[in-house]
Every structure is written in C-alpha cells, then in structure tokens.
C-alpha cells in the first residue's frame, strides 16, 4: 500500500483531534518552543507537513515555514486553514522532493519518517534534508522507540493502547524491522472502522549512522520535545542533528 493510498480523505477527515491528543496544548506548545528556538531567526521545512498542525502555530511564533506534502487531501485540509502565502506547499515525497531555498531548520515530527518503508528511502530522507540546509543547520526528528520488548514470545503482535472507543494493535516483522499498526475505532452511533498504518522501524543508533551518511553529527537526544533526559526505558525520542558550520 503506497503512503498516498493511506492518507486519503477519510484520513485527513479524521486527522485534527483539536485540543485533543497530539493537538492538545501540552503536546503542541512544547514542540513548537522547541522548534522556534532552533530556527533562530531563519526558516523551516516541515517534511510531511499534513494539516499544519505544527506548521501553522509555528509561523505564527514567527518563524516562515515551507511544506512537503504527499498526500493533497492532507493539503486541502491545510488549505480550509491557512493559504499558500502562509504556509507554502510542494506537493511530493519527503525523501526526494526538492524546495527552493535555504534553510535553518528541517523537522519531521510525529515518526513521520517510519512511513518509508525502506532503509534505502530512509537514508534519502536525510540526505534531502541536509540538501535543504544552510551550513549549521539543523534536521530534527521525532521518532518513537520500538516496543520489542513488549512482545510476547512466539507472538507477532501487541496491544500498545486501549482507550474508550479505540484499540491500537502493532503486528511485527522483525525480519524486515517492518510493523504495521492497527486502529480500531467504535465510536459512539457510527460503524466501526478499521485503518492501518504500515511502519519500518528504527533503532536510535541506525538513525544515527543514516545522519553521519548525509554529513550530519548528532548534537542531542531527548525524550521528548521538553528536553527530558532519554533513557532505555523512553518510549520516544526528539533527535536533533547538525551540519558543520
């Protein structure tokens, strides 16, 4: 299943959880801090922008920002927000679309770059990134930890959250470091649905090797964008790579 086929319009229908979830001021605001302090006084490329969930409360901190998108429902959703003049979009994929311009930062947030299903188009990921920035700059990635740890002997598949209405299911190759997430949702008076989301995993010390074969070194890594410590146990990572001044 290609990511375009995903993130069609049901997807984006359902992707702003306003005040909710990833949109909620104490998972919104810390990023955005996060980001306006590393941009300085330049600006950003957002690989992946989506509905401009970060994008848009970015710029209005100030910071000019610029998007990739694959997905155009993803971009007609923007579109209901913001136009082009402030949040401009290049509709394409994250690891070979290019962008006029230079900038301080590059950012992917919310294990975006999981959505390549290959190491191959994981490495160009962040060689398209380093092709965007100006020397010193930055590429932040966020990025969950896989949960191997978690899965029961001899099963393929874990249970990573049950909420009223909804139950999350991964089902792992570890072969392939592939995992595909299942969303199951029975909301309320409506039929219930079934989504799935098709990942290839991570390991932080992987990432790393793919920043230093685009040029890039890591400067930090912390458990989430309020800079708290990143330990064996953390269940996420903020990742913050640098090219040479």
């Known amino acids: 299943m290609q990511l375009d086929e995903i993130w069609d319009e049901t997807a984006a229908e359902r992707y702003d ?10 998972v919104l605001g810390p990023t955005v ?17 989506g509905t401009g969930r970060v994008a848009i409360p970015l710029v209005e901190r100030g ?18 927000k913001v136009g082009a003049e402030t949040v401009p979009v290049v509709v394409g994929d994250m690891a070979t679309t290019r962008v006029d311009g230079g900038f301080a930062l590059v950012y992917l947030v919310y294990n975006t770059i999981s959505n390549l299903l290959t190491q191959d188009a994981q490495v160009e990921c962040f060689r398209n990134a380093a092709r965007h920035l100006s020397p010193g700059g930055r590429f ?11 899965l029961p002997p001899g099963s393929p598949a ?22 595909v997430s299942h969303h199951f949702r029975f909301d ?3 039929e219930a649905t079934h989504a799935i ?15 230093r074969l685009a040029g890039f070194t890591l400067e930090a890594r912390y458990a989430g964008w309020d800079r708290s410590a990143f330990t064996a146990d ?12």
């Open 17 to 26: 959880t306003p005040g909710e979830g990833m949109f909620s001021p104490e």
């Open 33 to 49: 801090d996060f980001l306006a302090e590393l941009a300085v006084a330049g600006a950003a490329l957002e690989l992946a922008v």
């Open 63 to 80: 910071v000019p920002v610029t998007g990739v998108e694959l997905s155009q429902p993803m971009v007609a959703r923007l579109r209901e």
């Open 140 to 150: 932040v990635v966020e990025l969950w930890v896989p949960q191997l740890r978690q």
């Open 158 to 179: 874990t249970v990573f959250a049950t909420e009223p209405g909804y139950v999350g299911l991964d089902a792992y190759d570890v072969l392939h470091q592939q995992v």
């Open 188 to 190: 309320a008076g409506r």
């Open 197 to 211: 989301s098709p990942h290839r995993y991570i390991w932080p010390s992987e990432l790393d090797l793919m920043g």
């Open 234 to 245: 953390s269940r996420s990572h903020v990742s913050v790579y640098r090219l040479p001044a």
